[in-house]
Each structure stands twice: as C-alpha cells, then as structure tokens.
C-alpha cells in the first residue's frame, strides 16, 4: 500500500484523535497520552461500526477515523500548540549513561526480535494475531466469541478476551493491506518503549532523577518483563495501562484534576480492554487519587468514563453469550461452556499453587534468581523507602491478586503464567530506583558495589533476553544465535503423520496448533467443545454410538495430544477412553500426538 496512506491511517488510528484529546485536557506526556487515547478510541469505533452491522473494510474504518480525527482537532481546535519535545530522560553524568547501556541494549534486542521473531508467544497463533488476520479476512467479527458450531470455524478457543491487541494487529494489517507479522514489531516496541518512559517518570516523581535511572535499568534486567512484552499479547498493554494510570494521577496538577483523571480514565480502560482482569486496574488508580487527595467528584468522573469506555464490549459479550466474562465462571450466575469450564477445573488440579506448593515454590525462587534477579530484592527493599506511597502497595497487591487467580487457569503452566506479572515489575523497578539510588549516594565503597551488581546482572539479564523463553541452564551457548536472531514466522507445527488427512476432511482436537496449521491444507478442525462434539461428552452412550454421531457431523478423524488435557478427556468421555485402549481405530503415534480414523462401518471401527 502507498506509503503515504499507511502513514495517514496508522496516524489517524494510534496518534491523531488522542493527541487532541490529549492537548484539550492539558495532559502531562502528550505524546504517550496520544496512543493510548487513540488505541482506546480505535476499539470503540470497530465495537460500534461492528454493532451497527457495517463491514469492517479497509476504507469504512479509514472513513470513521478520519472523520473521528477531525472532529477531535476541531473540538479542540484552541487547545492545540505544538511544542518541540525536549529529551528530559537523556543521561547528564557517568552513572546516568552507564545506567542506560542495559536499558538500550535491551530495547535493541527486544527490537531485532520483534521483527525476526515476531508475535512469538505461545498461542499468538491462534488468539491475538489470529483474530486481527480474520477481521482482515472476513472484514467482522460476528464469530467472537465463538458460540455455535459456525463460529468455531473461525476462531477456535472458547474466548471473549476483549480484544485491544488484536484490533490493534487488525488495523495494521488492513492498512498494509496483507497480514504481515514482521510490522507488528512496531506496535511492540512502541508499547516497551512507552512502558520504560512511565517508569521513568514515575520514579523520578516519587524520589529523583537518579532513582529514574536506577528504575529503568532495573526493569531491563526482568527477563520476565521483557518477554511479556516481546510474545505480542496483552501483557504489553496490562503493564502500560497500569504505569501510565498511576503517572496521570500521581503528577495532577492541583487546579486542573479533572484533565488529569480523564486522561488517567482512558490509560486504565486500555487495560480493561486488553483483559477481562483489567477491572481490578481501577482500584489501582482509586489508591493513587486517594493518595493525592483527588477531588470526589473528578475520582467519580474517573471511574465513570472508564465504565462508559469499556462497558459496551462486556455489555455485547453479555448479550451474545449470556455471560460478560464468557466462558469463566462468575459464582455460577452466568452461563457457560461446560466442557472450557469442565477443562479450566482440570488445569485447577494441575496448575494451582495448591498443588505440590514446595515444587512450585521452588520453581517460582529459580525464576526470580535467574531472571529477576535485581528487580525482585531490591523492589521490595524499595517498598520501605517508599512506605508513604500506600498506593504502590496497594497497586502491587491488585496485580499480584490478578496473576493469582491466572495461575490455575493457565494451561501453558506457571512459567507461563507470570507474564502476567509484567506491571508488578514496572512498580517493582520504581520501587527499586528508590532504594538503590539511595544506598548508592552513602559512600563510595557501596556506590562501587552497586555499580558492578548492576552491571554482572545486566550482562547475565542481556544474555537470557537473546534466548527467553529457552534458559541459559538448557540452551548452548552455540544455539543462542539461532534463538534469538534467527528468522522465525509464527506457525502451527504439524507431525509429518497428519499430513495424510485429505483436504475437506473434519477432524476433532483439542489442539489449537492443528487447527491453524490445518486450515491452509484444506482441513477443518472441530474444537471438543464445539456443540458439534457434545456427544463425546455423553456418558450415558458407548464409544460406537459416539462414533455414529460424530459421522453424521462429517467428523472422520479424532487428532489426539497427548499432553496437558489428555487425562480430563479420557476420565471424561467415553470416546477418549475407547481411543486410548488397544482398538483398531488409531492410523499411528508422533511423540505427544496421534491420529485415528474413525471407520465409516457402523457395526464395527475397522483400522483405516
């Protein structure tokens, strides 16, 4: 596409209606406040325009930005100045540029990766990028969240994650006008970027300029930080929704807070939009405003415009699916899919902090030794120095709380589960910056120490964020190129053994690696809790009768994973357990995978 347009849409969608906006209320970081507004405002004019029943078409939503966009700078046409940004965060002394080296290496790491390697978490694939690449696609979003057996054509995960990253990836590649992974790096290292500067700023608002310093490194040295933001999901987001809300409120000049918590309003609905535990966000911005003595009617205004922004998502989702968290159980209010909740209960018994506490407690200390190291410690020594900011506790207790409850949900496991840890490290580093820059100014025997820790620990932190997610504990020092610089597209892997499938077969799984490397081939997969795969749940019936079922849905396959949901599927569904005895139905096993066929007698389930 013309470089121009791409330029013009990408402006009109992530800068220009929020730097109006950002002018009008006199907002302290205009530019920051920019994106954020602006990505708050791009999700509602897909929410309505996708309400409204209009097609998601290049040049319908490039129309409603525009005429958004012109509104805004007209609406605020007399607060409009422009001023030359002065470079405030650019280091002065010998310890101020040693203390960013960290800090720019590892935004130049993050930045090779992101576009070598993008969109690398885990289920990018089939949930943040996907989503965008099938409103490119399909130009709606009618199918999300997926509830019929139509839907699940589409999408495949039981999910109605409100989708601020993906509307995001979806306007990037309707304005490039093809699905490119690689330009996704922008939106990823602008989020690293913003997230270091609220760090920044934070810190030397509650301590000093040194501290800034302090903090920034600190949080460079988070190899779990870094890889939130580097895998391409709402982690990025979480972390600057939640940095952001507090610099707004925190730096409110007394005569004009209502400015200052309309812009806060829409740095926390960014994170409401991003995740459904994003509410909890809110209490994070109420401890700071009590903090600076905000006026009650402009914390009403605050929470207000939050839910004015972000209801009409939930209240959609509510409608469609019977349930505005669709499908996490809510007190058993609100209605479900069984076999997602059936499945969330399972990873309960597996992944919860309950079960084996030592081990877990184990791997959670070889976590924080080996990839924040520096941030943890000191962050909490930090607390002390800052014990009169009770927000910043307050603030870490809600987010802590939040990862809390992931933790059993998350089928990747805990390592996984603490990337959504990444704003209790951007409030650990603040924290951090202000005990280390403190101890560091006693004498120059501990200013020496300091300096070296920081230092060995940057080096370790830059060589584990080349490689992250692998270890250096596992990963050869010869691989680490290959890790971390070498050319990766997102892709499903697929074993060789279902490459036989003929194209226009359907086949169930519980794998979303199948279903989107799949889909190119011509093969539908069926999710196991799609309603075309109820029966298999049906206690009540034989495997056979199953089988008859499953046929006359077209369904001929069964791709079996033999991983974290085998044993739920096997306790649960008589299929599943007449699959894993010794039948004649299985084609052949490739490591954690098998395939079986289902024979289209219906007496008997002969070998294909």
Known sequence: MNLILLFISLSMAFVLPGAAIAMRLQSRAKGAAAFIISSVLLFEVLLFLQISGRALSFWTVFSALGILSLFAFFYCAKSIRFKVPTLSMAPSSPLEVFLSIPVFLSTVILAFRAVLQPLSGYDTTFRWSWLGEEIFSTGTFSYYPPLSSADFVHYFYVDAIPPMCQFSYYWLYASLGEVSFSWTAVFTILQFLLILFFCFRLAEELADRTSAFFAVATLSTSVIFFWSVLMGQETGLTA??????????????????????????FATTLGVLSREYGWAFLFCGLAAAHFKNIKRRHILLYVALVTALAAPWYLRTWILSGNPFYSNPVGHIFQVNAVHCALLRHYESVFSLTVEPLQKLDFLSFLVMSKSLLVVPSGILGLWVLRRHYWLHISLVVCGLAWLASVS???????????????????????????????QSRDWLIHSTIILVVGLISVTALLQEIIVPGHLETVQSKQWYREGFSSQAPNAWVPPLFEGIPPGSRCLSDWAGAWVAMRPRGVEIVPVWSPDAASIFDRGRSADEIVHTLREHNIRWVMVSLVVNLDHLKAQSPLYGALLQTRPWRISKSGKFALYSLADDNSALESF
Not at 246 to 259: H, K, P
């Open 240 to 265: 600057l929704s939640v940095a952001a809300t507090l610099y707004f409120i925190l730096t409110a000049d007394e005569g004009d807070q209502r400015g200052a918590m309309a812009v806060a309003a």
């Open 409 to 439: 949900h998350t089928a990747g496991g805990l390592f996984y589960s603490t990337r959504v840890l990444s704003p209790v490290f951007v409030l650990l580093s603040v924290a951090s910056g202000a005990f280390l820059s403190k101890l």
